[in-house]
């Protein structure tokens, strides 16, 4: 099992061995292991479920074995990771700006959403993950400011999911202002922050946190709540009155498959993921598919007003005037520590 060194302190890494002792092999050694540079909350997704059926695909195809190796770490820690040398094949992360990272530093190609019909595999709702019988009574962000409730949501600068959490929250706020009041948004969001009692790296991490019994409420995706039932935790969620759609990007890192000899395999991999097969496994984990087909025969529960980042300007306005140094971000962070 190959361990990077960067990401030797803060990573799980396996390598999830589905070769048999049969059959024909591929011409080409460096296909028989595909690396998948993951963000954190997939990670049963796609170990128990989704790389199995991979296998079993691609030895249909070609008569050929193949391995895993993953590895799963905040998204933005992932991204930083791949840059800094991790030799991936297929990054899976939290948000597009951590695909574009790499499509900067030369090593995704841009127009790399081609190969899905869009970029996304998955999407999802941000939701507040509460105690059973939500004792608490929290309904909306608003109830996330009240005095003395403690809050989890992981780190921005570290999470995608984070990021997700505070454009969740700022945008649902920003929108419902008449007119779009940045300042009410602003404050609302400095008020949540003061509530928050741990900020972890990842968003895996903060919903275990929850899980240890710390916190009234975690600012989550929904499958991870989906998720911790069901691994047998008890754990409520409120859909917010307005929210945003999460929207999960994958590429092929094509710097990376061309030096490793990969290209055939992670391309056809990064196709599955947007099949019919792979989509109902995503749903399975609370995963709301991108393919109509599942699309129209799942079923989720209600929701309030749902928005994606598109209407809040995108991504590049949204890193711009919420997460740069010194945007609201930080100054609704630093705010909360002076009350």
């Not at 390598?15 to 993951?38: F, M, P, R, T």
């Not at 989704?50 to 590895?71: D, M, N, R, V, Y």
């Not at 962000?141 to 995608?160: E, F, H, I, Y």
């Not at 949204?318 to 945007?327: D, H, M, S, T």
Request: glycine share 10%; hydrophobic share 45%.
């Amino acid at each position: 099992m190959k361990q990077h060194a960067l990401l030797r302190p803060a990573t799980f890494v396996i390598a999830l061995l589905l070769a048999g002792c049969g059959g024909s092999q591929s011409k080409d050694d460096a296909a028989k292991v595909l690396s998948l540079a993951a963000y954190t909350t997939p990670r049963e997704a796609y170990g128990k479920l989704l790389l199995p059926a991979f296998a079993e695909h691609w030895k249909k195809q070609t008569g050929s074995e193949i391995t895993f190796e993953q590895s799963f770490v905040a998204s933005g820690a992932q991204a930083r990771a791949i840059v800094g040398g991790f030799e991936a094949d297929v990054a899976a992360l939290s948000l597009e700006p951590d695909i574009q990272l790499l499509v900067d530093n030369g090593l995704v190609k841009s127009g790399w959403q081609q190969l899905t019909g869009g970029g996304m595999v998955t999407t999802s709702l941000v939701v507040i993950g509460v105690r059973p019988g939500n004792p608490r009574g929290i309904r909306d962000w608003a109830d996330l400011a009240r005095p003395g409730l403690k809050v989890l949501t992981p780190s921005p600068r570290t999470s995608g999911g984070a990021m997700w959490n505070i454009a969740a929250m700022y945008g649902a706020a920003l929108r419902s202002g008449a007119g779009g009041d940045s300042a009410g948004a602003a404050l609302l969001l400095s008020r949540v922050l003061a509530n928050v009692a741990i900020m972890d790296k990842g968003a895996r991490e903060s919903m275990l946190t929850f899980e240890q019994g710390i916190g009234d409420a975690v600012i989550t995706y929904e499958n991870e709540v989906v998720t911790a039932r069901e691994a047998g935790q008890q754990i409520d969620y409120v859909s917010p009155g307005s929210t945003i759609l999460i929207e999960n990007p994958v590429a092929v890192i094509d710097s990376y498959v061309d030096r490793r000899g990969t290209r055939a395999v992670a391309e056809e991999f990064v196709r599955f993921l947007v099949a019919p097969e792979a989509q109902r496994l995503f749903v399975r984990y609370g995963y709301r598919p991108v393919n109509p087909t599942v699309l129209a025969e799942s079923t989720f529960p209600a929701a309030g007003t749902v928005f994606t980042i598109a209407d809040l300007g995108g991504w590049p306005n949204v890193v711009r005037n919420v997460f740069a140094p010194g945007a609201v971000f930080d100054r609704a962070q630093t705010a909360a520590t002076s009350r």
